[in-house]
């Protein structure tokens, strides 16, 4: 049984560009979320994607944004590229149709800006 | 916005030694996680706690939620190298919205 799958594992960019990130939830779940973990630092709350809709939003600008397809994958997009963006992208997922157990996280994407 | 204040940042302990960590929070949660990190890695659920007062046990790990609903505290009896990681706590409520993460505890296991 597949756990969350991320791809890439690794992405160097340059200031002003973009990118985007990649999740396959773990098989059986619907729920998708992304959080920003900077070195050191707890993971943040990006969004979560739900029945293809975004329903909730930590505090990123709109220069983050997100997709969830009929298969539940997701993506994340980041447009004009900060240094600040450097971090590593986790993807979380669960099920809506039973209780929450807690998430289940891939092993994330280590985004570099340069 | 909401915060947890997780403690202590870091730890240094000889194997075979107790550790308690805690996190507390000035909102209420419905649902106290606990998660460890290994280098290189996603966060890896520990505990998952769901009702105040609620004591539950994984192993030599034991966590509780605080009767306030503002707490929770994570203990790791007779520490192994292995435990060496970053301890999460994490705040959550009904339907998996929003889970809110402490800033870690760094745990160190000289053996």
């Known amino acids: 049984d597949a756990g969350v799958t991320q791809s890439p594992t690794h992405l160097i960019k340059t200031r002003g560009q973009q990118v985007t990130l990649r999740c396959s939830p773990k098989?059986?779940?619907?729920?998708v979320s992304w959080y920003q973990q900077a070195l050191g630092q707890g993971p943040q709350f990006i969004f979560q994607?739900?029945?293809?809709?975004?329903?909730q939003r930590g505090n990123f600008p709109d220069r983050f944004s997100g997709h969830q397809f009929p298969n539940y994958s997701s993506e994340l997009n980041v447009n004009a590229l900060l240094l600040g963006d450097s971090a590593l992208y986790l993807c979380?997922?669960?099920?809506?149709?039973?209780?929450?157990?807690?998430?289940?996280f891939g092993s994330g994407t280590r985004l570099t800006v340069v | 916005g909401q915060q947890l204040n997780q403690s202590p940042q870091s730890m240094f302990i000889q194997e075979g030694e107790d550790v308690s960590m805690n996190c507390t929070s000035s909102?209420?949660?419905?649902?106290w996680l606990w998660y460890k990190q290994d280098p290189g890695e996603g966060p890896v659920l520990l505990i998952a706690?769901?009702?105040?007062?609620e004591l539950t046990s994984n192993g030599r790990l034991t966590a509780q939620f605080g009767i306030t609903r503002k707490d929770s505290f994570l203990n790791i009896s007779a520490s192994i190298p292995s435990d060496v990681g970053i301890y999460f706590c994490?705040?959550?409520?009904?339907?998996?919205?929003?889970?809110?993460f402490g800033a870690g505890t760094r745990l160190f296991v000289k053996a």
């Open positions: 098989s059986g779940h619907d729920t």
């Open positions: 979380a997922s669960n099920s809506q149709e039973s209780s929450f157990r807690g998430y289940t």
């Open positions: 994490a705040g959550g409520n009904t339907g998996g919205f929003k889970t809110i």
């Open positions: 706690l769901y009702k105040a007062g």
């Open positions: 994607y739900y029945e293809e809709e975004e329903r």
């Open positions: 909102s209420i949660f419905n649902t």
